[in-house]
């Protein structure tokens, strides 16, 4: 007997590319994701998805809402995008109820509140992100905060970027799938899972020997490290640059490029501009400690 996983995915005030990102899983591939067996007699039943369902209208809307009832705290809910709350939400709708648009944060909330767990995919589900930085007319806000608002207590994941690496999302999925949900101790203090976001871009930059050195790139194309064209990596958690993107070809640094700190709750309005220099950030820079040390010895 195959256990099913069913996964509910809706997507709000979003560009597409954390499902297009997914959707590139390389390795196990989407196909493999959601036909194979992601676990030994464990399957995904990926019953709604706005990209890549078949069905339209009436017919896919009663899946979503057949699943919600009656696998009731046995479904994954995954939102993707933020939630806009402004004027009751109808900034994004899907579907109606006794004719009327149906607010996304309404089908968040109902969906929440009867599921296992709750994955918010992307910065702008997990923090906000681009659509809920400043000046806002829509009232965007994170999956957290409409949960904190709506007193609901299911357990949350936060899976930012912008967009998420695919190994991100579906080792968390998996994770779930093997050991149940996440213990406290695994997520960070912004409920990111430890195993994709325990350590800064800045610890295992391949460039941060010229960082202590003091060498730093003047210009795009220049040897040296790229903190001072804006790098956000001494700030942002994330395993880039062990994990690789696209199949494992390279990364923003990697391609000389700053990274610009997708995965933290302050992209983009604190981490903008993303080619100016951070400021007031103690940074450890170890050539000033071992200078340090030597006059300490003298």
């Known amino acids: 007997m195959v256990k099913e996983l069913p996964v509910i995915y809706l997507q709000a005030a979003a560009c597409s590319g954390c499902a297009v990102s997914i959707l590139n899983s390389a390795s196990p591939t989407i196909k493999n994701v959601l036909i194979d067996q992601i676990a030994p007699g464990v399957h995904i039943n990926l ?3 706005p990209v890549v369902m078949a069905a339209a209208g009436d017919l896919a809307l009663q899946v979503m809402e057949d699943t919600a ?8 809910l995954v939102v993707d995008g933020a939630i806009p709350t402004a004027d009751g939400g109808i900034y994004s709708v899907i579907g109606e ?3 009327q648009p149906v607010p996304m944060v309404e089908r968040v909330k109902e969906l929440s509140a009867d599921a296992m767990a709750v994955i918010a995919l992307g910065t702008c589900a997990a923090f906000g992100g681009i659509p809920a930085a400043p000046p806002n007319p829509t009232g965007c806000k994170s999956v957290q905060k409409v949960l904190e608002a709506s007193g609901i207590k299911t357990p ?6 912008c967009p998420p690496h695919p190994d991100w999302f579906v080792g968390t999925v998996a994770g779930i799938i093997l050991n149940g949900l996440p213990k406290p101790e695994e997520l960070d203090d912004f409920l990111r899972p430890r195993a994709f976001y325990g350590k800064l871009i800045h610890e295992n930059c391949p460039r941060r020997a010229y960082f202590d050195e003091g060498k730093f790139a003047k210009k795009f194309g220049d040897e040296g490290c790229l903190y001072e064209l804006g790098c956000k990596g001494p700030i942002t958690h994330a395993d880039c640059p062990l994990r690789h993107w696209n199949s494992g070809t390279n990364w923003v640094i990697g391609a000389g490029a700053p990274c610009n700190g997708c995965t933290q709750p302050e992209f983009p309005t ?4 993303f080619y100016e220099k951070l400021v007031d950030v103690d940074l450890p820079v170890v050539g000033a400690y071992w200078a340090n040390k030597e006059k300490e010895a003298k």
């Open 47 to 49: 019953k709604f998805h």
């Open 97 to 99: 109820r006794n004719g």
């Open 156 to 161: 949350l994941i936060n899976v930012p970027g």
């Open 270 to 273: 604190e981490t903008a501009p």
């Open 69 to 76: 009832k009656r696998q009731k705290g046995e479904y994954v």
